[in-house]
């Protein structure tokens, strides 16, 4: 079986984990008694802990391997679900999002994995790859966890640890190591890999287009749960099959048309026209009057997500040195967890204080600011698919 094969089965399995439990998450915090700044704040202490370990992970799967550190992610991910469970109080839901924080940073070592296997020509298609994971994840983890929801509240993270369990076993066995490391082989720092990326400015671009795209998203993401339910009255299984539908469009564009429009307009082209798409999609969420209308603000919003994600992570790729693909794309997705730092709490906080569109005009605004950004600085790429190759 071919190597990217096996990984995008196991970022699948890790993923339909995390789909799982993300639509659920903000209603199992609020029976606790946690606001919507507090679900915001949960959500900003998971991606704290991948800003934090993102690099880390993507440096020593430099320097040791990208396998051992894929598995010790989702034995990590094992973990946090079962504390999840296992529950009792609100610090203790934080403390299993921290666990699960530090363990899903070990994303970039899955992309790292795709750059060691294939080609420049086909690592945006490789980094599709893994976008039609997450897509894929995000179609039947939602609408598996909606069901499960109806057993019990704690029955999706059962389910959701023992997915990991079995994921950590199969790659055990079946998942080959893509990098040849010895004990001279030297990486990255995290503040290496920054004054490494300053060399380049279209490298710096691209590193604050992740921040500042993520952080957008994922103050919609944050509050949406709650948004629906008091705009449409939705409960957590309709929010999960939203999230399904959004997941389906993911992976229909990552899996089979990202590397199709890559190879004809390039990188440089789609992120701009991505990202506008992101911002006409967030920015519609508020004006939804009916399910009809707010499918389309959806479907809209995961179009520009499905090209822009791996759009960005090739292009990343493309400008690394190969020996620290792993650092310089830790970063990158340690830049991105910044963003879900912020974008949570800010989203959190505008709907408390403003009201529940707040959260969704001030993103869009973030968001065409990003695409201004990507527009005028990625202007001289436009012309030629293998700039990028030379930063």
Not at 202 to 219: N, Q, R
Not at 292 to 303: F, K, S
Request: contains cysteine; positive net charge; aromatic residues 12%.
């Amino acid at each position: 079986m071919s190597p990217i094969v096996i990984i995008f089965i196991t970022v699948f399995i890790d993923l339909l984990g995390f789909g799982i439990i993300i639509p659920l998450l903000p209603f199992y915090a609020e029976s606790f008694g946690a606001s919507a700044f507090t679900i915001g704040l949960l959500g900003t202490s998971f991606s704290l802990m991948q800003f934090l370990f993102s690099p880390i992970w993507g440096r020593w799967s430099d320097k040791v391997g990208r396998k051992p550190i894929i598995l010790l992610g989702l034995m990590g991910s094992c973990l946090s679900y079962l504390a999840l469970a296992l529950a009792t109080s609100l610090p203790l839901i934080f403390f299993a999002r921290i666990i699960g924080g530090i363990a899903g940073a070990n994303i970039p070592t899955a992309q790292a994995y795709i750059a060691d296997v294939t080609t420049p020509e086909n690592r945006a298609k490789g980094m599709g790859m893994v976008g039609a994971a997450f897509g894929l994840g995000f179609i039947f983890g939602p609408a598996i966890g909606g069901l499960l929801s109806r057993i019990s509240p704690e029955a999706p993270m059962w389910f959701a640890s023992v997915l990991c369990l079995g994921n950590f076993m199969a790659a055990w066995f079946l998942l080959p190591e893509s990098r040849r490391v010895s004990a001279e082989t030297k990486t990255l720092g995290r503040m290496e890999a920054f004054k490494h990326a300053l060399t380049k400015p279209t490298l710096v671009l691209l590193l604050s287009l992740y921040f500042i795209v993520t952080a957008a998203f994922s103050s919609f993401e944050a509050t949406f749960a709650l948004f629906s339910e008091a705009r449409f009255g939705f409960t957590s299984t309709s929010i999960g099959f939203l999230f399904a539908f959004i997941g389906l469009v993911l992976a229909v564009i990552q899996g089979l048309l990202v590397h199709i429009v890559v190879q004809r307009v390039g990188e440089a082209r789609l992120i701009p026209a991505a990202i506008f798409c992101i911002a006409l999609g967030v920015g519609l969420v508020p004006f939804a009057w009916s399910v009809p209308t707010l499918l389309v603000a959806l479907g809209v919003l995961a179009v520009g997500m499905g090209f822009n994600n791996p759009s960005l992570s090739s292009m990343v790729s493309r400008l690394s040195d190969p020996n620290d693909q792993g650092g310089i794309l830790g970063l990158a997705s340690s830049l991105a967890s910044l963003g879900r730092v912020v974008g949570p709490a800010m989203g959190g906080f505008l709907y408390d204080s403003y009201g529940m569109t707040t959260p969704y005009l001030s993103a869009s605004g973030l968001m065409l600011v990003a695409f201004a950004v990507s527009f005028i600085g990625l202007s001289r790429l436009r012309h030629d698919t293998h700039a990028p190759a030379r930063g």
